[in-house]
């Protein structure tokens, strides 16, 4: 039986293209039937307090870099998106003298405009946010090397190459509305993909990468990044792939009910709970790896009920 054709972007794979029965399960789930997702490999927690959440958020950052020594070093690979953390960050190290000589930190992604990775002048630049929000705001002595550093470029060579020889403790992220980690997005429905999506195992063999961004996800960010001006935002993008997301020994992402929607976050909740791996939800493919954590602020799971506004 052919797939449906997505109504967000028809000429593109999302999850809107998956059998009505998976959606429909996942618009019923409960907060109670949330946490019940929960398995060996994937844990679902809530915090109750933004506080909470984003001081819980901040402290992966400490300690992973806690356990960074010259013969282990260690890191942790960050988003943008959230950002509340990172001054929470700055804040911990510089109050705890946490010297982050042998510690690492990864961009999970980075803009592209015409082939080329977007400089820190740009207003919207990942690279720059981390800075100002975070690295910048660290004592100047507790810094840690700018070679241990990484942030994505066009050219990936060597982001890739920072991957090796350090442990990264855990990949942090956020979800969007197109269901992604980074900017793993679901592909064009085109080619070899005009049919049916790639398969799980061949999506799992993505490394970091440029890639061409769903439509959904350019509107997102204008939306909250960009005051919604679309045509200020990149369709195109560098990010981190499931190459480097299977290194990392955890995958930790934090849902505050600002970026994705009540639905959103039941699906992959359900879809990595049932091990229901499919492409055209990005995200669902950590159904697959060891150690993965689902963090919500509870205000902000909201319900998938009918209401007039």
Known sequence: MARKRSILAPDWWDYTTLEDDVLNDAASLSLEDMLAMSRDGF????YDTMEDFYLAEALEYITAWRQATADNPVGICGPIGPTEQLPLVARLVNALELDLQHAHFWGMDEWCIRGKEVDTAHPLSFEKADRQLCFNRIHTHLQMPEENLHFPKADVKVYVESWQGVRCAVMQGGQGDIKHWAFNDPVKREGVYADEPPAPAEYRKFSTRVVD??????MQNARTSDGGVVTGVPTQAITVGPVQT??????????????DNPFGMRLTTLMIGKRIADTAV????????????????????????????
């Open 282 to 309: 990005p995200m669902s493919l950590l159904a697959d790896h060891p150690n993965v954590q689902f963090n919500f602020y509870r205000g902000g799971i909201g319900t998938c009920r009918v209401e007039r506004h």
């Open 213 to 218: 961004l769903h439509p959904v996800t350019v």
């Open 43 to 46: 844990e679902v927690k809530f």
């Open 246 to 259: 299977w290194q990392a020994e955890k995958v930790s992402i934090w849902q505050a009910g600002t970026h």
